[in-house]
């Protein structure tokens, strides 16, 4: 099956005891035993399993195009998950510009269990490949990174880590798998946070976490199961909803995205753009051989504070708001949103400057957001 029609028919998307065309949700706590000391009751407890849960999973491992996948309450549930995959006194690799909440979770949690933490370039293997101690137990990856847009070169670092037997995490929530297969690619676990474009409608908090590996597969069922991470079925439902259209909504939000890049890219008032869909993106060959397109992402600088507070004031069709992946735009201020738990010095190092703004592209009219940035930037 091609994208589209796998995603309205390549897995549970009928009823199977009544037919309906929508799966119900089936909102219960609890289920009925039809006999005791019986191995047949499918359903005992919704934290364990609810039929409306498992036609969802059935559906993220069809679109993650894996063997196994497990939804969670956010997509923070599904990276804390992954990482406690970890044990004490176990090294862990992440990217220096870490999404905000990875950040602070491996920082302020992960020292309590004696785990150990390095930052680094990951577009810069021989940074990674330094970084490996004999106690490296875990590789994690963001690429296109946040909000920076940086890229790692998923192959190589998949090699490195072969090298090493690392586990190798890939938070693909900017790309997702319609656009970039980390799993294809050698990487063991995939992360993704399900409110941005999988639902894609900016009612959801979920997050997914998909992988070839049965032994990483049943661990982290026992940590969901454990934890209590568990997704809501309204959401659930909400969810297999939204991944219906995610195939066109992503073509038309790509698009977008490469068209506000090339504009802003022209126009003299904006310092800088990071989008790896443009041919001046320093690693845009790296990203063009493991991704379909761009991304629907980009960040760009204005020079000034004053003229950040301007431009986001005089700005109409996007909405300013944390988070991304939505029908509609999202304008965002990483310095006071997604990073704002780091400190100032923290997010100079990272390149995130009070005047960046990262922008989601949305299904509008292109003509109508350029025309809207044009009038907000004073052209």
């Known amino acids: 099956m091609k994208e589209n029609t796998k995603l309205l028919h390549g897995y549970q998307v009928l009823d199977e005891h009544t037919g309906a065309a929508s799966i119900p949700i089936y909102q219960t706590s609890t289920f009925h035993n039809k006999q005791l000391y019986s191995d047949s009751q499918q359903y005992l407890y919704t934290r364990f399993s609810n039929p409306t849960i498992d036609a969802l999973e059935d559906g993220f491992r ?94 190589g670092l998949v090699a490195i880590a072969k090298e090493h037997n690392l586990i190798t995490v890939a938070d693909n929530t900017f790309m997702t798998t319609l656009a970039q297969e980390p799993l294809e690619l050698g990487v063991d676990i995939v992360v993704e946070s399900v409110t941005k474009f999988i639902n894609g409608h900016s009612d959801v908090v979920a997050g997914l976490v998909a992988t070839n590996n049965e032994f990483y597969y049943n661990e982290l069922k026992l940590f969901q199961k454990n934890f209590g991470g568990i997704l809501g079925v309204e959401d659930a439902w909400l969810i297999m909803r939204g991944m219906k259209t995610m195939g066109i909504r992503m073509a038309h939000a790509v698009s977008n995205a490469q068209a506000m890049a090339e504009y802003l890219q022209a126009h003299p008032k904006i310092k800088k753009v990071y989008y790896p869909g443009l041919k001046s993106h320093p690693n845009h060959a790296i990203h063009q051989s493991q991704a379909k397109n761009g991304g629907a992402v980009l960040s760009f600088e204005l020079a000034t504070k004053e003229e950040l507070l301007d431009f986001t004031s005089k700005v109409r069709i996007p909405i300013l708001a944390v988070s991304l992946g939505g029908v509609e735009s999202i304008l965002s201020h990483p310095a006071t949103m997604s990073h704002a738990c780091l400190s100032p010095e923290e997010r100079a190092e990272q390149g995130v400057v009070d005047g960046l703004l990262r922008l989601s592209c949305g299904i509008e009219n292109i003509e109508d957001l350029i025309d809207d940035f044009e009038q907000a930037l004073g052209n």
């Open 62 to 155: 069809t679109l993650e195009n894996a063997k196994y996948a497990i939804s969670f309450s956010s997509g923070m549930a599904a990276i804390s998950n992954v990482i406690m995959l970890l044990k004490t006194k176990d090294h862990l690799i992440v990217p220096r510009e870490v999404y905000g909440g990875t950040c602070q979770f491996v920082t302020k949690i992960l020292y309590r269990y004696q785990i150990d933490v390095s930052f680094v370039d990951m577009a810069d293997l021989n940074e990674v490949r330094n970084a490996i101690r004999s106690n490296t137990k875990m590789i994690y990856l963001e690429t296109p990174s946040n909000p920076l847009l940086k890229v790692t070169d998923i192959r």
